[in-house]
């Protein structure tokens, strides 16, 4: 490699997940980049190993040659916990730091993992980032630190009169404020990127991941086959009843449409010090989401918005699904004026709800 050609070291957590692989190879489309990687593994070489393998698979899938990054890509064993005394394998300076690993769970039992990894482990990239003299830490938060918020949220601090709604939407907004106020105390600068529900590729639909709509998803599947291994014509007569709101949307983003709005926000040098939605510019309907649930899953899936309209059987789709409830009421508009969208890929901004809810139908 020809170092001289290396303007911006960059430090990503991360890199192997559902969001951080697409960020990585996005990152490295700009031949000026040269990646650091922090990877959960037993040595460096595993390490590496791991991020090749994720790294290589993405890349086959857009047609991106490996020779074009593969030679700036540098991958480090350890975990958000060891990266604040780990000074010898990274450089000694860093100039930008992308922070995207985290815990994704809404289970309450996992709370003190979530505090542990997702507040705990931003405060030792704050740290790292700190002795490496980095200028930019970007933190990748969620939507729904809004809490309990409904209407027009808008790109900025958490409003704390609305609480969170579980402890990983506290876990990710206590986060957001140690970004912000670490950054601050130290003279550097902060994004905050807040994405929507992240579903799979734009390109074909995959996604690694068993997270929200897809949870959901597989339960429903997992639900029909039980309740069908017991009484095999009970869906050929009876629909699968949820709860929600009449009329209520939610709002979803490819994957790789949210990693590229985040990195060409992140090349800009007036973006910083700003909160940042990455959202599709138009919601969808959940009832038109539950029609293709349920037509892959092959049951009537309807939303009713009482729960004395639920049977036994519907009432053990909620107690499966109870973790998400709370995002089916209490409708969330999420605004995203603070970015010229104009300059993202066209691509990425007139997509309707039908290209974002065939992902369900293809992606699992």
């Known amino acids: 490699i020809d170092r001289s050609a290396v303007t911006r070291r960059v430090l990503l957590t991360g890199a192997t997940g559902f969001l951080g692989g697409f960020l990585a190879l996005d990152l490295l489309a700009a031949p000026d980049v040269e990646l650091y990687a922090l990877v959960r593994a037993d040595g460096d070489e595993q390490a590496r190993g791991r991020l090749l393998d994720r790294l290589g698979v993405l890349a086959d899938r857009r047609g991106t040659p490996a020779d074009d ?3 700036r890509l540098h991958a480090v064993a350890g975990t958000l916990a060891d990266l604040a005394a780990d000074a010898g394998r990274f450089p000694a300076m860093i100039d930008e730091v992308f922070h995207v690993a985290a815990l994704v769970s809404l289970k309450e039992r996992d709370r003190a993992r979530l505090m542990q990894v997702n507040v705990e482990g931003t405060r ?4 790292s980032a700190c002795a490496r003299e980095a200028s930019v830490v970007n933190y990748v938060s969620t939507a729904y630190v809004a809490g309990t918020r409904s209407g027009t949220v808008p790109e900025g601090p958490v409003d704390e009169a609305h ?3 579980n402890a990983y939407e506290e876990s990710k907004r206590i986060a957001e404020r140690l970004v912000v106020e670490g950054c601050r105390a130290a003279g550097m600068r ?4 807040r994405p ?4 799979g590729d734009s390109r074909d639909h995959r996604a690694e991941s068993d997270f929200g709509v897809y949870h959901f998803a597989n339960s429903v599947l997992a639900l029909r086959m039980e309740i069908c291994a017991r009484i095999p014509d009970y869906f050929r007569f009876n629909p699968l009843r949820m709860l929600g709101a009449p009329g209520h949307v939610l709002n979803f983003i490819a994957v790789d449409h ?4 985040l990195s060409r926000i992140a090349e800009r040098a007036d973006t910083v010090d700003c909160y940042f939605h990455l959202v599709n510019p138009r919601d969808t309907q959940l009832t038109e989401i539950t029609r293709i649930i349920g037509e892959t899953s092959k049951v009537d899936l309807r939303v009713v918005p009482d729960e004395s309209e639920l049977n036994p059987i519907d009432t053990l789709l909620r107690s499966r699904t109870r973790i ?3 995002y089916l009421w209490n409708e969330k508009h ?3 004026s603070a970015w010229q969208v104009a300059e993202l890929p066209a691509e990425s901004l007139h997509l309707h709800a039908a290209d974002y809810t065939r992902y369900l139908e293809e992606g699992w």
């Open 196 to 199: 929507s529900i992240i579903l």
């Open 324 to 326: 998400l409830n709370c």
């Open 124 to 127: 030792a990239v704050l740290a």
């Open 258 to 261: 949210a990693a590229r709005m």
């Open 69 to 71: 990054w593969r030679s």
């Open 190 to 193: 902060f994004r905050i990127f």
């Open 163 to 165: 609480p969170t709604q």
């Open 334 to 336: 999420f605004d995203s």
